[in-house]
């Protein structure tokens, strides 16, 4: 998640965080999954999904949703 208005993280640093973690993951073009949301598929199945809010440094709970999605479609071994 990135906020475009964070002042502690700064939005164009989020972003090249992200790029860095698609090109290691080896993702192609992004594909819509919802507002505001891009998801990235790797050639190994990894996905990168990352969701943009227009807030600061703060956590949106309208997010809580795919978080929950997220970690109950990948438990731990």
Known sequence: ??????PIRPYADQMSTDKMIET???????????????RY???N????????HPGGHLYPTAQSA???A???AHPLP
């Open 1 to 6: 998640m990135a906020g475009k208005t964070d």
């Open 24 to 38: 290691l993951d080896g993702t192609g073009a992004g594909q819509a999954c919802g507002n505001n949301c891009t």
């Open 41 to 43: 598929d790797a050639p």
């Open 45 to 52: 199945g990894d996905r990168v999904t990352v969701v943009v």
């Open 66 to 68: 795919r978080v929950v």
């Open 70 to 72: 997220f970690l109950e």
